[in-house]
């Protein structure tokens, strides 16, 4: 696979119609430097000296720049108050990894939320990948001010086996539902580690001893493109047929309100309106509630 040449085509995406509107409204945002940085559970940008002018072209960008599904951030006076509740997942995660000196990869990194927060562990290097066009230039949009030095690639899952060079740890939140299939996905994010490299998954769960798995025939909790929701030990048992020695269930958790909820950030509905108005341990389409589990893979050689 040629990753150079899927990059490049890859960056025509951003001269869609309806992306070309962002990428002009972020080369014309202003040169200015954060006068304080804050990587804590609102990644906050603060500028001395910001004109009332200014304040306002960044306020009508990050307005353009919807849907807002991770975060939040604070620029300047502008709040971006998310969708997602992002800072539970990270603050839940972050005791169970360390990251300084270390080659580190997220898949499907959204607009790199938990990526900005990892900055603060001073990894070698941060690669996210995440094939969308809107999530990339929300992260330009963010890294336009804070100018870290994130790698994003628009690329997906299918892509790490591929890439130049192999990862120490790797996060995939949030992604291993909506794959097809998930013991070849999980083999491809055991090629990408080194040895002894470390992935971090999350994944919705359902409840049960027995080593299976529901598989919804059309949509999941208003979601249509999720195929696998594993019991605890089926997702073990996907684990070990990739590759992987060693797995560590670091948290099973339900997901509620004040993790994921509707604000005036996203243009669409949100975990209210997935489940069950009359029972809440319902999904809309009659599944158990969404629930995910946190696990630790080691791939030891």
Same mark, same amino acid.
């Given at each position: 696979m040629d990753i150079e040449s899927i990059r490049k085509e890859r960056k025509k995406w951003l001269t869609w119609k309806n992306i070309a509107p962002l990428q002009e409204a972020i080369a014309a945002l202003p040169n200015i430097a954060p006068s304080h940085v804050m990587l804590d559970d609102v990644v906050s940008l603060e500028f001395e000296g910001i004109t009332a002018e200014?304040?306002?072209?960044?306020?009508?960008?990050? &307005?353009? !720049?919807? #849907?807002?599904?991770?975060?939040?951030?604070?620029?300047?006076?502008?709040? $971006?108050?998310?969708?997602?509740?992002?800072?539970v997942k990270y603050n839940l995660l972050e005791p169970h990894f360390?990251?300084?000196?270390?080659?580190?990869?997220?898949?499907?990194?959204?607009?790199?939320?938990?990526?900005?927060?990892?900055?603060?562990?001073?990894?070698?290097?941060l690669i996210g990948f995440?094939?969308?066009?809107?999530?990339?230039?929300?992260?330009?949009?963010?890294?336009?001010?804070?100018?870290?030095?994130?790698?994003?690639?628009?690329?997906?899952?299918e892509h790490v086996v591929h890439y130049e060079h192999r990862f120490d740890v790797l996060f995939c939140l949030g992604v291993l539902y909506h794959r097809s299939d998930p013991v070849a996905t999980l083999k491809s994010l055991y090629k990408g580690l080194e040895s002894d490299g470390e992935l971090i998954l999350d994944t919705f769960m359902?409840?049960?001893?027995?080593? &299976?798995? !529901?598989? #919804?025939r059309d949509r999941y909790s208003k979601i249509p493109n999720i195929?696998? $929701?594993?019991?605890?030990?089926?997702?073990?048992?996907?684990?070990?047929?990739?590759?992987?020695t060693h797995v560590e269930i670091?948290?099973?958790?339900?997901t509620d309100l004040s993790e994921q909820r509707k604000t005036a950030w996203i243009d669409h509905q949100s975990l209210e309106h997935f489940l069950d108005p009359n029972d809440h341990t319902k999904t809309i389409e009659g599944y158990p509630a969404p629930k995910r589990v946190y696990l630790k893979a080691i791939k030891k050689q």
């Open positions: 200014q304040e306002q072209q960044l306020h009508d960008t990050a &307005i353009l !720049l919807k #849907p807002w599904r991770k975060g939040p951030f604070r620029i300047s006076e502008t709040y $971006i108050d998310s969708e997602w509740q992002s800072f360390d990251l300084e000196g270390k080659v580190v990869g997220d898949i499907g990194c959204s607009n790199a939320y938990y990526l900005f927060r990892m900055l603060g562990q001073n990894p070698k290097k995440d094939p969308s066009a809107i999530m990339y230039s929300q992260f330009q949009f963010i890294n336009h001010f804070l100018k870290s030095d994130i790698v994003y690639e628009l690329l997906g899952v359902i409840d049960g001893e027995e080593e &299976i798995c !529901l598989t #919804p195929y696998f $929701i594993p019991t605890v030990s089926a997702l073990k048992n996907w684990c070990y047929r990739a590759g992987f670091l948290e099973i958790k339900k």
